[in-house]
């Protein structure tokens, strides 16, 4: 339990009593990665119902938006921004991994966030006027299983690092588990359409990670922060190219 305790005080805002997390706590976390997910999407769909009681659907989604950010601790937006910088920096690999490491956010960085919050603000308020306010609870599960799969199959940076050490305590059956748990409950709340969204939001993640590592050679905690941001804004979108098309 302290090693889910671990995720959840790292990836969330959630108050908890303190307790003392070990390194060994703190390395057999990423497995939970999901939970916390679920965790948080699960704040996040009580609150969507919870708030169009009181708000129109435009107030209700920049609300939502609002506290997807603040439960989180906007820890996966940071690395989100340095990825931009990085890349959109157009440098050499040991430039681009340096530009990462700068905390100060340049340009690329911002317009980066801009338009990922705007992004996710405009999908989340089409998917409640669509009465998909569902995916708000799958898709922080689906980033961050998505998570761990590029932190199981793609190395880390080789030393330093707040990631070091998380893919030691993964193996196949632990992927496979938290696989058939996101998958299962997707297709229990969403029928089949719930298959579809997580195989394509899932191919679209892969794309971002094979594109950071035939660049970089590796993955960073930035890269990981990315990659969950990127994750659940792909997965609102293609659900709603879903509802579209039905």
């Avoid at 690395?79 to 690329?108: H, P, T, Y």
């Avoid at 196949?172 to 997580?198: A, R, T």
Wanted: with cysteine; hydrophobic share 55%; proline share 2%.
């Amino acid at each position: 339990m302290k090693a889910f305790f671990a995720a959840l005080m790292f990836m969330s805002r959630i108050p908890l009593p303190q307790m003392n997390i070990s390194k060994t706590d703190w390395h057999k976390s990423a497995r939970y990665f999901p939970l916390v997910g679920l965790v948080i999407g699960g704040v996040l769909y009580l609150a969507a119902i919870t708030l169009e009681q009181f708000f129109p659907t435009t107030i209700t989604a920049f609300l939502l938006v609002l506290l997807w950010i603040w439960i989180t601790g906007g820890l996966h937006i940071d690395g989100w921004m340095d990825l931009a910088d990085g890349f959109g920096s157009n440098k050499s690999r040991e430039q681009i991994l340096e530009i990462m490491k700068d905390s100060r956010v340049g340009a690329m960085g911002v317009i980066a966030a801009i338009c990922l919050i705007g992004g996710k603000w405009i999908a989340v308020y089409e998917l409640l006027h669509q009465e998909g306010a569902v995916i708000l609870l799958l898709s922080p599960i689906l980033a961050r299983f998505l998570l761990i799969s590029a932190i199981y199959f793609f190395p880390y940076r080789n030393q330093g690092g707040i990631g070091e050490g998380l893919r030691v305590n993964l193996s196949w059956l632990i992927i496979f588990l938290n696989f058939v748990f996101i998958l299962s409950l997707s297709y229990y709340l969403i029928s089949m359409d719930g298959v579809i969204w997580l195989f394509i939001t899932a191919i679209f993640s892969g794309l971002l990670v094979v594109t950071i590592f035939k660049k970089l050679g590796m993955l960073t905690g930035d890269c990981y922060g990315a990659l969950v941001e990127w994750s659940e804004a792909v997965s609102l979108f293609v659900a709603l190219a879903l509802w579209g098309l039905m």
